[in-house]
C-alpha cells in the first residue's frame, strides 16, 4: 500500500530560555493511505503538536515530513497552504465555521475561487455532503441557529468539499454529547470506507476504537501501538476495552 505522510525523527520545542520544552522527541510514522489512524496520550503529550507537524500548519526544529513523496517541511508558505486547500481536509473541537454566512455557504467557501463563474457543480457537490451527513434541512441555518452536532457535521463537509486525500482531526467529538459523538464518528468512518485516509487527535477511547491503528503518545514520544486488520471482527466496545488496558499498562 502507498504511503500518503511520513514523518521521521520529528522533534518541536516550544518556549524560551530555561522555559523552552522539547513537546515532540524524535518521534517517527508512517501512514499508509486509505488507513484510519487515532493518537491518543494525555493533555500536552505532543498529539495535537503532531498533527500540526505531519499536517504543515507547523514546522519541525528537526526531522522530515513526506506527502505522497513530496517533503513539505522544505516548501514555501504559498505552497504548502495550496497542499492544504487541494489534498487535505481540517475538523477541529470548535468548528471555524463563519457567522455571517449560512452552513451552505460556509460549506462551499473553500472550494470557490474568484476565476470561477460556474458555482453549480459547487453547489450539488455541498448538497450531497450535507444530504450524507444529515443536514440536508439547514441549508440556510446559521451557526447559531444549529446544534453543536449539526455544526461539527458542517465542517465535515466543509473539510470534504475539495474531496482531500487525507482528513486530520483534532478532538473533533471533544464538544458533542455521546450521541453526536457516536454519530459524527459514524460519519468519519463511512468516510474512510470510501477510500479517505483518515487521522484522528483523541483522548477519548471509544473515539479511538473506530481506527484500525492507535498510536500511543506520552511526554512526546510514540510508546506503543495497537492495529487491527480490517477483517478482525473486533466490535468498537471491544476495541475500546484493549485501548483502556494499553493505556493502564503505559500509565497513560
Same mark, same amino acid.
Given at each position: 500500500?502507498?504511503?500518503?505522510?511520513?514523518?521521521?525523527?520529528?522533534?518541536?520545542?516550544?518556549?524560551?530560555?530555561?522555559?523552552?520544552?522539547?513537546?515532540?522527541? &524524535? !518521534?517517527?510514522?508512517?501512514?499508509?493511505?486509505?488507513?484510519?489512524?487515532?493518537?491518543?496520550?494525555?493533555?500536552?503529550?505532543?498529539?495535537?503538536?503532531?498533527?500540526?507537524?505531519?499536517?504543515?500548519?507547523?514546522?519541525?526544529?528537526?526531522?522530515?515530513?513526506?506527502?505522497?513523496?513530496?517533503?513539505?517541511?522544505?516548501?514555501?508558505?504559498? =505552497?504548502?497552504?495550496?497542499?492544504?486547500?487541494?489534498?487535505?481536509?481540517?475538523?477541529? =473541537?470548535?468548528?471555524?465555521?463563519?457567522?455571517?454566512?449560512?452552513?451552505?455557504?460556509?460549506?462551499?467557501?473553500?472550494?470557490?475561487?474568484?476565476?470561477?463563474?460556474?458555482?453549480?457543480?459547487?453547489?450539488?457537490?455541498?448538497? &450531497?455532503?450535507?444530504?450524507?451527513?444529515?443536514?440536508?434541512?439547514?441549508?440556510?441555518?446559521?451557526?447559531?441557529?444549529?446544534?453543536?452536532?449539526?455544526?461539527?457535521?458542517?465542517?465535515?463537509?466543509?473539510?470534504?468539499?475539495?474531496?482531500?486525500?487525507?482528513?486530520?482531526? +483534532?478532538?473533533?467529538?471533544?464538544?458533542?454529547?455521546?450521541?453526536?459523538? &457516536?454519530?459524527?464518528?459514524?460519519?468519519?468512518?463511512?468516510?474512510?470506507?470510501?477510500?479517505?485516509?483518515?487521522?484522528?487527535?483523541?483522548?477519548?477511547?471509544? !473515539?479511538?476504537?473506530?481506527?484500525?491503528?492507535?498510536?500511543?503518545?506520552? +511526554?512526546?514520544?510514540?510508546?506503543?501501538? $495497537?492495529?487491527?486488520?480490517?477483517?478482525?471482527?473486533?466490535?468498537? &466496545?471491544?476495541?475500546?476495552?484493549? $485501548?483502556?488496558?494499553?493505556?493502564?499498562?503505559?500509565?497513560?
Amino acid at each position: 500500500m502507498k504511503k500518503i505522510i511520513v514523518g521521521e525523527n520529528l522533534s518541536k520545542e516550544y518556549g524560551e530560555g530555561s522555559e523552552r520544552r522539547k513537546v515532540l522527541n &524524535e !518521534v517517527s510514522i508512517k501512514i499508509e493511505q486509505g488507513e484510519f489512524i487515532t493518537i491518543m496520550g494525555p493533555s500536552g503529550c505532543g498529539k495535537s503538536t503532531l498533527l500540526s507537524v505531519l499536517s504543515g500548519l507547523e514546522r519541525p526544529e528537526y526531522g522530515t515530513v513526506s506527502f505522497l513523496g513530496s517533503e513539505i517541511n522544505k516548501m514555501k508558505e504559498a =505552497q504548502l497552504s495550496d497542499l492544504r486547500r487541494k489534498n487535505m481536509g481540517f475538523v477541529f =473541537q470548535q468548528p471555524t465555521l463563519l457567522k455571517n454566512l449560512n452552513l451552505i455557504d460556509n460549506i462551499m467557501l473553500p472550494a470557490v475561487r474568484k476565476q470561477q463563474t460556474n458555482a453549480v457543480p459547487i453547489l450539488e457537490k455541498a448538497r &450531497e455532503l450535507m444530504k450524507k451527513t444529515g443536514i440536508s434541512d439547514f441549508e440556510e441555518r446559521y451557526v447559531t441557529q444549529v446544534s453543536g452536532g449539526q455544526l461539527q457535521r458542517a465542517g465535515i463537509c466543509r473539510a470534504l468539499i475539495n474531496q482531500p486525500d487525507i482528513l486530520f482531526g +483534532d478532538e473533533p467529538t471533544g464538544a458533542l454529547n455521546s450521541k453526536s459523538a &457516536e454519530e459524527v464518528m459514524e460519519i468519519f468512518s463511512e468516510i474512510n470506507q470510501q477510500g479517505t485516509t483518515v487521522l484522528l487527535v483523541t483522548h477519548d477511547a471509544k !473515539v479511538a476504537a473506530y481506527a484500525d491503528k492507535v498510536y500511543f503518545m506520552q +511526554d512526546g514520544h510514540i510508546v506503543n501501538e $495497537i492495529e487491527w486488520l480490517k477483517s478482525d471482527q473486533c466490535t468498537v &466496545e471491544e476495541k475500546k476495552d484493549m $485501548i483502556r488496558n494499553n493505556m493502564k499498562a503505559f500509565g497513560i
